[in-house]
């Protein structure tokens, strides 16, 4: 809700007071703002549309998911890089059901700005192999679902990386 360096700022002013708090011997206000400071910590790190938007996803619903997504504004402003890639990773997800053409942009551009988890970087690879799948460019897909495979870790992709492959086999 709050721009990026608002937060930071909110933050700052809030341990100021802390240290406030301490010197008075307020010893429990001063703790109190400092947790109260590390939520606003954390959102700066966690945006939390991005996060509310990633809840609508967890229950399939892809138009409330578009509709928290469509809540920021200016994503180069608002989000720090890691933000505008799962932003970006996001969209892509909700694209690959309507338009490949703008669900590759999206994901491109997610990998471009990164990604943490290593698992969200093999489903938007293995999204990005699927695309390429249907658009015929079989060399691109069978690279993007042997850096996928190499990603996944847990193992949680495993069947649809093998079904990919099968299909892959067809084509």
Do not use: C
Request: no cysteine.
């Amino acid at each position: 809700m709050f721009n990026k360096n608002f937060k930071l700022i909110i933050a700052a002013f809030i341990i100021g007071y802390a240290v406030y708090q301490f010197i008075e011997e307020n010893i429990g206000n001063g703790i109190a703002l400092i947790f109260l400071s590390l939520i606003f910590i954390f959102l700066y790190f966690r945006n939390e549309i991005i996060l509310l938007a990633f809840l609508r996803m967890r229950k399939q619903d892809m138009d409330g998911t578009q509709k928290w997504l469509s809540k920021i504004k200016n994503p180069q402003a608002a989000l720090i890089k890691k933000q505008q890639g799962y932003y970006n990773y996001l969209h892509g997800i909700i694209f690959s059901q309507k338009n490949l053409t703008q669900a590759e942009k999206y994901f491109k551009k997610a990998l471009k700005l990164g990604l943490t988890m290593d698992y969200d970087v093999a489903m938007a690879k293995l999204s990005l192999a699927g695309i390429a799948m249907q658009k015929r460019r079989k060399r691109e897909a069978t690279m993007l679902l042997s850096e996928a495979s190499k990603l996944d870790k847990n193992n949680m992709l495993t069947e649809q990386i093998k079904m990919m492959k099968q299909q892959m086999k067809k084509i």
